[in-house]
C-alpha cells in the first residue's frame, strides 16, 4: 500500500472518530459525556421524588430519616438525632432545598461547563446524606447489599470521583482516565464487590429464611404488579436463602476478582449487570412507586459503574500493506 494510501485511510478514521462522536474529540470524551448525563438523570429522579407531598411531613423525618440513628454507632448517632430534632419543625422549607440541590446537580451535569462543580457538589453532598439519613448505609449493622449496603448514596460519590474529567484523552475505559488512573479504579471496584461478597455472607442476611423474610417486607404499600415480583422472588428463594447468598457471593466475588484480566472484564461486567439488575428488583426499584421512596437505590447506579469501566472499542488497527 503507498503512503498516500495509508495517509487517505488514517485521515478516514479520524473523520469518521468524529462524526461518531459527535465532534467532542475522542470516544472517551462521548463515552464520560453520556455518563455524565446518566449520572444526571438519576439525580433528575431522586430530586423528583423528593418534590413528592410525603417529603415535606413531620413523618418524613420520623419515618425516613430518624431510623438511621438507631443503625448507627452512638457517637456517630448524635449528630443524627440533633439534625432531625431540628429540621423537624420546619421541615417544608429543609426538604425543598434538599430537592433543589439534587435538581442543580443534574442540571449540572447536562452541561460540560458546569459539570465539575456538580460533581463536586455531589461528592459532598452524597456523604453527608450518606451519614444523617441513610445511617452509614448499614455499614455496621450487617446491611445486605439487597437493601443497598454499603449506601447507594455512596456509590453517587464513588461515581463522580471516577467521572471527574481529568483532560487524559488516551485510556482503555473511561475510569482508567479519572483521577484514581487504572490501579486506583480497580482497586475500588474490587473493594465494592468484595464488599458485596462479606455483606452477602453475614449471619443475619444468610441464614435460611433470611432473604424470604426480606423480600416479601417489601410489598407493603406497592402496586400489585411490584407485589407479585415480591411475592415471585419470595417464593423463589424461600428455604434458600444460605444458597442464594453463597451464589451472590461467589458472583461478586468473580466480578471483584475478573477485573484484572482484559480477557474476562467484559464477562465481569455482564455479570455485575445482572446482579445489578436482581439486586434493584429486590429492592422493589428504589420504592419509587410507593410515594414515599426517596431516590431509585444501588441498582442502577452498580449499572452505571459497570459500564463506567466498560472497554472502549478499539480503532486502532495497524495499516497493512
Do not use: K
Request: charged residues 10%; hydrophobic residues 55%; proline residues 5%.
Amino acid at each position: 500500500m503507498s503512503t498516500h494510501a495509508v495517509q487517505s485511510a488514517v485521515s478516514e478514521r479520524e473523520r469518521g472518530d468524529v462524526i461518531a462522536t459527535n465532534g467532542t474529540g475522542t470516544r472517551l470524551e462521548a463515552r464520560r459525556h453520556s455518563l455524565h448525563i446518566a449520572l444526571g438523570v438519576i439525580w433528575l429522579v431522586d430530586a423528583a421524588l423528593q418534590f413528592q407531598p410525603f417529603m415535606f411531613t413531620r413523618a418524613f423525618v420520623t419515618g425516613a430519616l430518624a431510623p438511621a440513628a438507631s443503625s448507627s454507632p452512638w457517637l456517630l448517632a448524635q449528630p443524627i438525632v440533633w439534625a432531625d430534632h431540628f429540621m423537624v419543625h420546619d421541615i417544608a422549607w429543609w426538604n425543598t432545598l434538599y430537592a433543589l440541590v439534587q435538581l442543580l446537580i443534574a442540571v449540572g451535569l447536562f452541561w460540560r461547563p458546569t459539570v465539575r462543580v456538580a460533581l463536586a457538589t455531589s461528592i459532598v453532598w452524597s456523604i453527608a446524606v450518606w451519614w444523617f439519613a441513610e445511617g452509614f448505609g448499614g455499614v455496621f449493622t450487617g446491611g445486605s447489599p439487597l437493601a443497598g449496603q454499603p449506601g447507594a448514596v455512596l456509590l453517587y460519590a464513588l461515581l463522580a470521583v471516577l467521572l471527574w474529567p481529568t483532560g487524559v484523552d488516551d485510556a482503555a475505559t473511561v475510569v482508567d482516565a479519572g483521577p484514581w488512573g487504572r490501579r486506583g479504579a480497580i482497586a475500588a471496584w474490587m473493594v465494592l464487590w468484595v464488599d458485596f461478597a462479606v455483606y452477602f455472607l453475614v449471619p443475619a442476611n444468610r441464614a435460611p429464611q433470611a432473604m424470604h423474610d426480606a423480600l416479601s417486607s417489601m410489598a407493603a404499600g406497592e402496586p400489585g404488579w411490584v407485589q407479585s415480583i415480591d411475592h415471585g422472588l419470595a417464593t423463589l428463594v424461600a428455604g434458600r436463602g444460605l444458597a442464594f447468598s453463597i451464589g451472590l457471593a461467589l458472583c461478586s466475588l468473580a466480578v471483584a476478582l475478573a477485573i484484572v484480566s482484559p480477557s474476562l472484564v467484559r464477562t465481569a461486567l455482564v455479570v455485575a449487570l445482572v446482579v445489578a439488575a436482581f439486586i434493584w428488583l429486590a429492592q422493589d426499584f428504589g420504592g419509587i412507586f410507593t410515594s414515599q421512596g426517596t431516590d431509585v437505590n444501588s441498582g442502577p447506579l452498580i449499572a452505571l459503574l459497570a459500564w463506567s469501566y466498560w472497554p472502549l472499542s478499539n480503532r486502532r488497527r495497524a495499516a497493512g500493506c
